[in-house]
T-cell receptor, first 113, second 111 residues
Framework: KAGVTQTPRYLIKTRGQQVTLSCSPI?????VSWYQQTPGQGLQFLFE???????NKGNFPGRFSGRQFSNSRSEMNVSTLELGDSALYLC????????????FGEGSWLTVV | SQQGEEDPQALSIQEGENATMNCSYK?????LQWYRQNSGRGLVHLIL?????REKHSGRLRVTLDTSKKSSSLLITASRAADTASYFC???????????FGPGTRLSVLP
């Protein structure tokens, strides 16, 4: 069974631009969550989608948004990029019920210059 | 503030030795999971332990959970150079998928 797939793996953007990252969950998984990882703040939860609805949200500004499609694929968008948005963005999928293991993709490395 | 805090922050051992990492958390949990991350890669799930469990084993891994002390430990026995990675604990307090991760323990296993 294929794992969680994230695209692109690496990208460089300029301050003020926007970026869209994509995540394809494991087949059959309905929950997709996103995390930001930086050396200073560690792994922080961004949001989680389940059946196309945002079910949980972390403490990030409104510039960070996401959505989930009917096939469970998810995208996250960051608008008006800042230098501090440079990070590894990790997507994780699970069946969605409490106590389920979440499986991570390899991440998308975003560098903002 | 972080829900989970791993200890130590960094650990260096020789191949063949055992490595023990600890995780403390603040609020009641439903589950606690341990993950491994190789540099710049995604997280690999190691073990999930539920709040009503005290110990779980998986190969060379042994995880304990003490809910009265709000702590967990991960023991890697007979370590190998390939075990070199960062290890994170993650807690799930709300039966949701918004796990809270600690800052991790960087393990270096020297050949």
């Amino acid at each position: 069974k294929a794992g969680v797939t994230q695209t692109p793996r690496y990208l460089i953007k300029t301050r003020g631009q926007q970026v869209t990252l994509s995540c394809s969950p494991i087949s059959g998984h309905r929950s997709v969550s996103w995390y930001q990882q930086t050396p200073g703040q560690g792994l922080q939860f961004l949001f989680e989608y389940f059946s196309e609805t945002q079910r949980n949200k972390g403490n990030f500004p409104g510039r960070f948004s996401g959505r989930q499609f009917s096939n469970s694929r998810s995208e996250m968008n960051v608008s008006t990029l800042e230098l501090g948005d440079s990070a590894l963005y990790l997507c994780a999928s699970s069946l969605g019920a409490g106590g389920n293991t979440i499986y991570f993709g390899e991440g998308s490395w975003l560098t903002v210059v | 503030s972080q829900q989970g805090e791993e200890d130590p922050q960094a650990l260096s051992i020789q191949e063949g030795e055992n490595a023990t990492m600890n995780c403390s958390y603040k609020t009641s949990i439903n589950n606690l999971q341990w993950y491994r991350q190789n540099s710049g890669r995604g997280l690999v799930h190691l073990i999930l332990i539920r709040s009503n469990e005290r110990e779980k084993h998986s190969g060379r891994l042994r995880v304990t959970l003490d809910t009265s002390k709000k702590s967990s430990s991960l023991l890697i026995t007979a370590s190998r150079a390939a075990d070199t990675a960062s290890y994170f604990c993650a807690t799930d307090a709300n039966y949701g998928q918004n796990f809270v991760f600690g800052p991790g323990t960087r393990l270096s296993v020297l050949p």
